[in-house]
């Protein structure tokens, strides 16, 4: 039976994640046990809060170490709303700028909105050859947050032993002044700003594309 693992550091509404896999026939367990989490057919890291909170969960559950390795080994990993942003280089908040794992290029900020947060469902704009998005381009997806980065630049990870291949693919939404992105894609790596599992069936079947990628 096909496996995944939702990483537990004390951040994400693990529930209903744990429940959306479930649903669709996976064996999930949720564990910070990083050899469950390394043999695993997929790693999903979620996250909800500030963004300099979960990264010091993260790294004091060994978590970090565990992303990398997962990706040096080619095997899926799926960051989910702050799961996503600490995939990212650095998190700014109030001023406050914490190191991210540094696996995309780019700083998550406030978003550039007279109301914030951004919450309730909205259409992104994904790219030309998106796994993730692939039958539930044009749909709606569920969003909660007040953070985001406006720019995905890859990194080259060869000093960490990670090749995630070619240029990735990013899916972007608007709101407010703000372009942000929505999911990034690039090899064994994905992450989405939105939440798939309170997306109903688009994101049901955006979770369908993922594990299809195991």
Request: glycine share 12%; proline share 3%; hydrophobic share 40%.
């Given at each position: 039976?096909?496996?995944?693992?939702?990483?537990?550091?004390?951040?994400?509404?693990?529930?209903?994640?744990?429940?959306?896999?479930?649903?669709?026939?996976?064996?999930?367990?949720?564990?910070?046990?990083?050899?469950?989490?390394?043999?695993?057919?997929?790693?999903?890291v979620?996250?909800?809060?500030?963004?300099?909170?979960?990264?010091?969960?993260?790294?004091h559950?060994?978590?970090?170490?565990?992303?990398?390795?997962?990706?040096?080994?080619?095997?899926?990993?799926?960051?989910?709303?702050?799961?996503?942003?600490?995939?990212?280089?650095?998190?700014?908040?109030?001023?406050?700028?914490?190191?991210?794992?540094?696996?995309?290029?780019?700083?998550?900020?406030?978003?550039?909105a007279?109301?914030?947060?951004?919450?309730?469902?909205?259409?992104?704009?994904?790219?030309?050859?998106?796994?993730?998005?692939?039958?539930?381009?044009?749909?709606?997806?569920?969003?909660?947050?007040?953070?985001?980065?406006?720019?995905?630049?890859?990194?080259?990870?060869?000093?960490?032993?990670?090749?995630?291949?070619?240029?990735?693919?990013?899916?972007?939404?608007s709101?407010?002044?703000?372009?942000?992105?929505?999911?990034?894609?690039?090899?064994?790596?994905?992450?989405?700003?939105?939440?798939?599992?309170?997306?109903?069936?688009?994101?049901?079947?955006?979770?369908?594309?993922?594990?299809?990628?195991?």
């Amino acid at each position: 039976m096909t496996s995944a693992v939702v990483f537990d550091y004390g951040f994400g509404n693990v529930r209903s994640m744990m429940r959306a896999l479930a649903n669709l026939d996976l064996d999930v367990t949720l564990t910070s046990d990083h050899r469950q989490a390394l043999e695993a057919d997929g790693l999903v890291v979620p996250g909800v809060g500030a963004f300099a909170a979960c990264m010091e969960g993260l790294k004091h559950e060994g978590g970090d170490r565990v992303v990398r390795e997962r990706l040096r080994r080619g095997r899926p990993v799926l960051g989910v709303c702050v799961g996503e942003q600490i995939m990212f280089s650095q998190g700014d908040e109030h001023g406050d700028i914490t190191k991210g794992l540094g696996l995309i290029g780019g700083s998550v900020d406030l978003l550039d909105a007279d109301v914030v947060p951004h919450m309730g469902w909205d259409t992104v704009e994904a790219p030309e050859g998106s796994v993730l998005l692939r039958g539930v381009e044009d749909e709606r997806f569920y969003f909660v947050h007040s953070y985001a980065s406006t720019e995905a630049t890859d990194v080259d990870l060869a000093d960490d032993g990670v090749d995630l291949g070619g240029p990735a693919r990013v899916t972007w939404c608007s709101y407010g002044r703000s372009r942000f992105v929505a999911a990034y894609e690039r090899g064994a790596l994905s992450a989405t700003q939105f939440h798939p599992e309170k997306s109903a069936e688009a994101g049901a079947q955006l979770l369908r594309n993922w594990i299809a990628t195991f």
